[in-house]
C-alpha cells in the first residue's frame, strides 16, 4: 500500500483553506452625519468664495458651482445669501478659535504669554478668510439683512474670545474693568492693522506697530497681575 506524497498536509495549512469569512461592511452614516456633512461643504465653499471673490462675488449660484456642493442642498440648508455667509462666518470663527487654542497650548513654559497671545490672533488676522469677514463688515453698513444676520455671530464671538482671554490670563482677569479695557484695545487695534496690510503689503511699519502693540499689553497684563 503506497500513498501518495500529496496527500500529505503541512500541519494547519487545511485551516488555511476554510473560506474566509466575508468582509464587514462599513456602518451606514445616519440621515444627521450625512446632512452635517453637507452644511460642512457648503460653508467651507462660501468661505473659500469669499476669500477669492469677495462678497460681491459670493453669490448662491457662486457657492453652488464649486465642487461637491449642489444647489438644492444649499437652499435647504441656506435659503438666502445673508443666511449663507453670516452661517460661513459663524463656521469660520469656530475653525479659527479651536486653532488659537491649540497654539496657545503649545506655548512653552517660561515663554512671553502676552505677546505670544498676540501672535497668534495677528496670524488669525492673515487668514484670507478672515480678511474677508473684514470685507462683510463694511457691507453690513448698507445691507440691513446682512447686518441682521451678522451682527448675533459677531457678538457670540467676540464673548467666546473674552472668555478664553480670562481662562488664559486669569490673575490680569482679577481686575475686570483694567482688563477688558486693555483685550478691547488689542481687539480693535489688530483688523484696523489687517486693514493696512492689505493698502500697504510689505509696509515696516506694520511689524513696528504690532511690536508696540504686544508690549503695551504685556505690560498692562503684567500691572493687572500684580494689583
Same mark, same amino acid.
Given at each position: ?41 457648503? !460653508?467651507?465653499?462660501? *468661505?473659500?468664495?469669499?476669500? #477669492?471673490? +469677495?462678497? @460681491?462675488?459670493?453669490?448662491?449660484? %457662486?457657492?453652488? /458651482? &464649486? ?24 463656521? !469660520?470663527?469656530?475653525? *479659527?478659535?479651536?486653532?488659537? #487654542?491649540? +497654539?496657545? @497650548?503649545?506655548?512653552?513654559?517660561? %515663554?512671553?504669554? /502676552? &505677546? ?112
Amino acid at each position: 500500500l503506497t500513498i501518495g506524497l500529496d496527500c500529505w498536509e503541512p500541519f494547519g495549512q487545511a485551516s488555511s483553506m476554510a473560506p474566509a469569512r466575508p468582509a464587514r461592511a462599513p456602518r451606514r452614516r445616519t440621515q444627521e452625519e450625512r446632512s452635517t456633512d453637507t452644511r460642512r461643504r457648503i !460653508l467651507d465653499a462660501a *468661505l473659500a468664495c469669499l476669500a #477669492e471673490h +469677495g462678497y @460681491a462675488g459670493t453669490t448662491t449660484l %457662486a457657492v453652488a /458651482a &464649486r465642487p461637491r456642493v449642489s444647489r438644492g442642498a444649499q437652499l435647504h440648508h441656506f435659503p438666502t445669501r445673508s443666511s449663507l455667509v453670516s452661517a460661513a462666518v459663524q463656521h !469660520l470663527y469656530r475653525l *479659527l478659535r479651536e486653532d488659537y #487654542e491649540r +497654539g496657545f @497650548a503649545e506655548i512653552p513654559p517660561g %515663554a512671553d504669554r /502676552a &505677546r505670544a497671545a498676540i501672535g497668534l490672533l495677528w496670524a488669525a488676522f492673515q487668514d484670507e478668510r478672515l480678511t474677508a469677514v473684514l470685507e462683510l463688515s463694511i457691507a453690513a453698513r448698507t445691507d440691513a439683512d446682512l447686518a441682521r444676520e451678522l451682527l448675533p455671530v459677531s457678538e457670540a464671538h467676540h464673548a467666546h474670545v473674552v472668555r478664553l482671554a480670562r481662562d488664559f490670563f486669569p490673575e490680569a482677569a482679577g481686575d475686570p474693568e483694567g482688563f477688558q479695557a486693555t483685550l478691547d484695545f488689542v481687539l480693535d487695534a489688530l483688523p484696523g492693522m489687517a486693514v493696512r496690510r492689505l493698502l500697504r503689503p510689505g509696509d515696516p511699519s506694520i511689524g513696528l506697530s504690532l511690536a508696540r502693540l504686544e508690549a503695551m499689553a504685556a505690560s498692562a497684563l503684567a500691572l493687572r497681575s500684580r494689583d
